[in-house]
């Protein structure tokens, strides 16, 4: 009795334990992708109909891919869960994309050490121009009769080209700004820093962010953040909701089979390798048929990489470089042009690597290790090839009537010079008739020196001996 005593007290302990709800912990660590995206939103979704507390949302990223942002963004805004994203540890970041992704959340928080910002659009690719570069000044105006007609119209010609040229940089410029204000002003922080975040690629780090209105909390590790959590209170729809955080334990939350499937395809890098892979292997089953192991993983890495590719911005001219290059390294095999088409082919494979995908951010771009490494193999390759080429032209014939030129044999009956059908041979167990232009004997060892028709030509193998010994004498004095 005493033991079921203990027992039931144990259970009774324990009933708070297992009742305790669990925060969800997501973490974003790296580049985001459509394979991080498709992560994150699912389990906002899944998040909905198994209730958790909130959503802690850990941050240490560059940036990412713009649409990709804004799916984990469109899923936050939808979500009746509060999101709260954190910054950490220190050192970490919320770059470009991680900015976008903190504005957006209900609850926003960095450790120390860490910083967010810098969130213009990658695509632009470079410095957008102001209105002043687009419109002349008054002072312009007012100065704009003393020139000529000329120039004046080659002013308005220059003016109207780069309006042109950057208009849809402004446009998407302007977008992304009016993006990032909307997601300040319905969290309630400040927007005219976020714009400053857009437009000039401003950055804070967590103290500044704190200071001036970016972020809300500002905590060393996670049970200090759930501390500052507890009690806090904030608009969720069109209820208020409070944290009870302070005791509360998480539940990370992990990627599926088929969303770390999706993540490791999404990279650059595994995309570029596995269509190499792809294209060898098609290769290599077309030129030696066999069981068609080549030929079925080629297709199966060739499918994988397109599959990566309509995830990824790339460029349709690096594909056509990249293609045309491996084309002209496969046509120095198969009609050798001692370099020339497999360097333009090493060319344009390199070129293709760097231009494949569109993008100035470094997480989106193939490593140039692995460039560097498939290049420098294809051009083994090809120095190969063009080796065993040459190799194969000295190589004398060994089958068909050239490959009897320089045989010995054995003369089967005297052989007159100078004299056609002069006498027989034996040659490899076969009986030739011949011609020469010495005197020969039978018995006598001959060579075969050329071959019309069915009559060799051949001479006594001791002069043609010493024949070659004295032009090696001779190319050794020179």
């Known amino acids: ?58 941050l240490d990223t560059p940036g990412g891919l713009y649409s990709a942002t804004r799916d984990i963004i469109s899923a936050m805004l939808a979500s009746t869960i ?30 120390l050490g860490t910083h967010l910002g810098a969130a213009t659009p990658v695509q632009l690719g470079g410095a957008i121009p102001s209105s002043s570069t687009v419109q002349p000044t008054v002072a312009q105006a007012n100065t704009s009769d003393n020139v000529t007609p000329t120039a004046a119209e080659d002013d308005a010609d220059s003016d109207k080209s780069a309006a042109d040229s950057t208009a849809m940089e402004r446009k998407t410029l302007n977008d992304a700004i009016a993006y990032i204000r909307s997601l300040a002003q319905l969290r309630e922080r400040n927007a005219d820093w976020a714009e400053l975040a857009v437009r000039d690629a401003a950055t804070l780090t967590a103290t500044e962010a704190l200071a001036q209105n970016v972020i809300e909390l500002l905590a060393a590790n996670q049970p200090a953040l759930l501390l500052a959590l507890d009690g806090r209170e904030i608009q969720l729809g069109d209820t208020r909701y409070v944290f ?57 890495c060739l499918l994988l990489a397109i599959m990566g590719m309509q995830m990824l911005p790339f460029n349709i001219i690096g594909l056509a470089l990249l293609g045309l290059g491996l084309a002209l390294m496969i046509g120095e095999g198969m ?6 088409l497999g360097g333009g082919g090493l060319l344009a494979f390199a070129l293709g690597s760097l231009l494949l995908f569109d993008t100035p951010d470094k997480a989106f771009r193939i490593a140039w290790p692995i460039i560097t490494a498939f290049a420098l193999v294809s051009l083994g390759l090809m120095v190969v090839v063009i080796r065993m080429i040459i190799k194969q032209r000295n190589i004398q014939p060994v089958s068909g009537h050239q ?47 050329a071959i019309n028709n069915l009559t060799l030509s051949v001479a006594p193998a001791a002069i043609q001996y010493a024949g070659k010994q004295a032009a090696d004498k001779q190319e050794e004095s020179h």
């Open 1 to 58: 009795m005493k033991w079921r005593g203990v027992v039931l007290l144990l259970l009774m302990l324990s009933l708070p334990v297992l009742a305790q709800e669990r925060y969800w912990q997501l973490d974003i660590s790296g580049p985001i992708g459509s394979g991080t995206a498709d992560f994150i939103v699912t389990e906002l979704k899944q998040a909905q109909v198994e209730q958790p507390p909130f959503i802690l949302l850990t």
């Open 82 to 111: 509060p999101v709260v994203a954190y910054v950490a540890p220190s050192g970490a970041r919320a770059a470009s994309a991680g900015t976008y992704i903190m504005y957006a959340s209900h609850v926003a928080a960095m450790a």
């Open 244 to 300: 009870a955080s302070s005791q509360l334990t998480g539940e990370l939350r992990q990627p599926d089979w088929r969303q770390r499937f999706i993540i490791i395809i999404s990279n650059p890098n595994i995309t570029y390798l596995l269509m190499l892979v792809g294209i060898y292997g098609l290769l290599l089953e077309f030129y030696s048929p066999g069981f068609g192991v080549a030929g079925v993983t080629g297709a199966i």
């Open 335 to 340: 009609a050798p042009s001692f370099g020339i």
């Open 403 to 449: 490959a009897m030129i320089g045989l010995e044999g054995v003369a089967l009956t005297d052989i007159a010079p100078n004299m056609l059908n002069a006498g027989y041979v034996m040659v490899q167990g076969e009986r030739w008739r011949v011609k020469s232009q010495h005197h020969i004997i039978a018995q006598q060892t001959i060579m075969v020196l």
